[in-house]
């Protein structure tokens, strides 16, 4: 084979550009209102299969500040995933947990304490054949492990048609079950 100046160029640029693909990568967006401020840092590592949110949030007229960090890790079977928010009173709330790839999709196992110190069980997992049918589930338990929340949502395809059923179920007294952003990335 010949070497051209050209080619040897054009395969210096590509040995070169490939390590700098894989290199950490960090993005921040801020929003300025008339009532708070905030600021939001993702920053993603391929390498180390890692990405990291911050945010901090200032409310323009008291000076009180919220905050939150997530990081994701990606390990052999999925990622795991560790989420802290704290209000402007000072409370805090976090979720930890494990996403675990499967053939047809994934399950969620994990745990989550609420601002009051409440603790809640987080069970999760969904799939999809290769007919386009899929299903999710997601629930949630006390520390006795009573279900206070859960929802089922099964879709199926046959003959052009979709058909979607949803399955909520909340106990009594239980507003709403714990939520927080993962990180993407």
């Known amino acids: ?7 040897i160029a ?4 590509l040995a070169l550009a490939a390590p700098l693909a ?4 960090t993005r921040t967006k801020t929003y300025e209102g008339d009532k708070y401020t905030a600021t939001q840092t993702t ?4 390498d180390t299969g890692t990405a ?3 945010g901090v949030a200032v409310n323009n007229d008291n000076g009180k500040t919220a905050t939150s960090i997530a990081v994701r890790q990606r390990t052999d079977t999925g990622a795991t995933v560790s989420v802290t928010q704290t209000g402007t ?7 930890q947990g494990e996403r675990v790839r499967t053939e047809t999709g994934s399950t969620f196992t994990g745990t989550a304490t609420g601002r009051g110190g409440q603790s809640y069980g987080l069970a999760g997992s969904r799939s999809r054949d290769g007919q386009g049918n899929s299903q999710a589930s997601q629930s949630v338990t006390n520390a006795a492990g009573e279900t206070l929340a859960s929802r089922d949502r099964v879709t199926t395809r046959a003959n052009g048609q979709v058909s979607t ?5 909340r ?3 239980f507003s709403r079950p714990p939520r927080a952003r993962r990180p993407r990335g």
């Open 1 to 7: 084979m010949i070497k051209t100046p050209l080619m």
């Open 10 to 13: 054009s395969l210096a640029a």
């Open 22 to 25: 894989a290199q950490e990568k």
């Open 43 to 46: 920053t993603v590592n391929p």
């Open 52 to 54: 990291t949110r911050t």
């Open 89 to 95: 009173q000072g409370r805090t709330r976090d979720l």
């Open 165 to 169: 059923t949803v399955n909520k179920t």
């Open 171 to 173: 106990a009594e007294g």
